[in-house]
């Protein structure tokens, strides 16, 4: 029988492979990138095959590599339920969310920590956009989800409103949405829909939409528009810290709303503890 795979390695290539990014996993492991690299090739090596396709522009699953997701998502999912089923669960408050509300969560989440120590809050990122309470134990969610259809358990955070962001070296040569022409574009997700959706509210047709990069995450489109690579289309909600860093900047004033938003929910039929009610009260004041 074939040794199993170290667990420690196992347990870096389940969060590399939500965020397909080396350089957010060894932030969410607080270990350095290279630990993370020699990690998962160590567990290639041990299994015989890889299980991430490294290109220029990224990473991406190969088949192998989504097979292990999906059942080190099972396996840590069951040692998660052991946790709190076998132990006294702890007080830590846990918390769900897709990764790409992370770089408006994460920012807020350290400042919330800094200001009330006595509400310990610990992040799960997911590229899942729901959450089910029956079969994950968290205690609160942020949810992405059709605006207004939400129940009264629901507290809205902000409404997707979907704009062009580059580094500020490209803002000279976009002076009209028909600059894009000249632009790589680069897309957050394999289909074009966002770049499509808001042309078509600015009145323009470029015949480079399909000839840009797409990325699996909009953490990794907004990295390589930052580096100066190309025009991202992304929510504008969620990149005020790389607007205010001065590392994106918004060429165009126009901002398209999608009829998607980003809710904070709980368990229904719970009453949120006062921690948790005090951590959703304050992350919705922040969103306003």
Request: charged share 20%; aromatic share 8%.
């Amino acid at each position: 029988m074939k040794r199993l795979p170290p667990l420690p390695a196992l347990h870096t290539f389940w969060v590399t492979a939500q965020c397909c990014n080396f350089t957010r996993a060894a932030e969410q492991l607080h270990i350095t990138q290279g630990a993370v690299s020699r990690q998962i090739a160590g567990l290639e090596s041990h299994l015989g095959y890889p299980l991430f396709q490294r290109q220029a522009r990224g990473l991406s699953l190969t088949d192998e590599g989504r097979e292990w997701s999906l059942r080190a998502q099972q396996v840590f999912g069951l040692i998660g339920e052991a946790v709190e089923q076998i132990g006294c669960r702890r007080e830590t408050l846990q918390l769900k969310a897709p990764t790409c509300v992370m770089r408006w969560l994460l920012p807020r989440l350290m400042q919330w920590q800094q200001e009330r120590p006595d509400v310990p809050v610990e992040l799960t990122t997911t590229v899942a956009y729901t959450v089910d309470f029956r079969r994950e134990q968290f205690d609160a969610a942020v949810i992405y989800a059709p605006v207004g259809e939400q129940s009264a358990q629901a507290w809205h955070l902000f409404d997707e409103q979907l704009t062009p962001v580059c580094a500020p070296a490209l803002r000279a040569g976009l002076q009209t949405p028909a600059d894009l022409q000249r632009q790589v574009l680069l897309h957050p997700t394999r289909d074009e829909r966002d770049w499509a959706l808001w042309l078509k509210a600015a009145g323009t047709r470029l015949g480079n939409l399909s000839q840009g990069y797409h990325f699996e995450t909009l953490d990794l489109a907004m990295t390589v528009a930052s580096q100066g690579s190309g025009v991202a289309i992304g929510d504008s909600a969620l990149i005020g810290e790389d607007l205010k860093a001065g590392r994106l900047v918004m060429p165009f004033e126009l901002r398209v709303p999608t009829g998607m938003g980003y809710y904070l929910v709980y368990p229904q039929g719970t009453e949120p503890s006062v921690g948790l009610e005090a951590l959703l009260t304050w992350l919705v004041s922040q969103a306003q």
